[in-house]
């Protein structure tokens, strides 16, 4: 934030240097700053891998990145969805598994705790995170994992 401080004051003196007025710019500069999460968490993982086929866990887990808009910047919630499609329409729940929000900075290795998953099932999941000041992001893009053959019935 002090970094910025002195980056906006350095500009507004440049500008009136050159008779520009710097206040609409000073303004778009620190609101930018402060920015609130505008981008989706990234890099989506399940056990390590980006879209798996094969996990043989019951409970895979889970990570993401958040996206670093701002030093400082740091998640404080989540939520994941979990489904068995790719898309879901505006205000649907997922089919699978709605984690709520769970205040908590950890996105590494969070443990799916939904229902009991299907062998050879694909899933589809999202996540979503809280910063600092409580701002909400949007919904991350869909990645996917595949279950394994979990039992000995499900071998043919």
Same mark, same amino acid.
């Given at each position: 934030?002090? $970094?910025?401080?002195?980056?906006? *004051?350095?500009? +507004?003196?440049? &500008?009136? !240097?050159?008779?520009?007025?710097?206040?609409?710019?000073? /303004?778009?500069?620190?609101?930018? /700053?402060?920015?609130?999460?505008? /981008? +989706? =968490?990234? @890099?989506?993982?399940?056990?390590?891998? *980006?879209? =798996?086929?094969?996990?043989?866990?019951?409970?895979?887990?889970?990570?993401? $990145?958040?996206?670093?808009? %701002? $030093?400082?910047?740091h998640?404080?919630?989540? *939520?994941?969805?979990?489904?068995?499609?790719?898309?879901? =329409?505006?205000? +649907?729940?997922?089919?699978?598994?709605?984690?709520?929000?769970?205040?908590?900075?950890?996105?590494?290795?969070?443990?799916?705790? !939904?229902?009991? &998953?299907?062998?050879? #099932?694909?899933?589809?999941?999202?996540? #979503?995170?809280?910063?600092?000041?409580?701002? @909400?992001s949007?919904?991350? @893009? /869909? +990645?996917w994992? @595949?279950?394994?053959?979990?039992? %000995?019935?499900?071998?043919?």
């Amino acid at each position: 934030m002090l $970094r910025t401080f002195h980056v906006t *004051r350095l500009l +507004a003196s440049t &500008l009136l !240097g050159f008779g520009i007025s710097a206040i609409p710019l000073l /303004a778009q500069a620190t609101n930018g /700053a402060i920015a609130s999460l505008s /981008a +989706a =968490p990234l @890099e989506l993982s399940c056990d390590s891998l *980006r879209n =798996p086929l094969g996990i043989d866990v019951a409970q895979p887990r889970l990570s993401w $990145r958040m996206p670093a808009l %701002a $030093r400082g910047t740091h998640q404080t919630a989540y *939520r994941i969805f979990v489904s068995t499609t790719p898309q879901l =329409p505006a205000g +649907a729940a997922p089919d699978v598994w709605d984690s709520g929000r769970i205040d908590s900075d950890q996105s590494v290795n969070v443990v799916y705790a !939904g229902p009991p &998953l299907r062998s050879a #099932q694909r899933y589809y999941w999202r996540v #979503q995170v809280w910063d600092q000041n409580g701002v @909400e992001s949007p919904m991350s @893009e /869909a +990645a996917w994992w @595949e279950m394994g053959l979990l039992n %000995a019935q499900d071998w043919h």
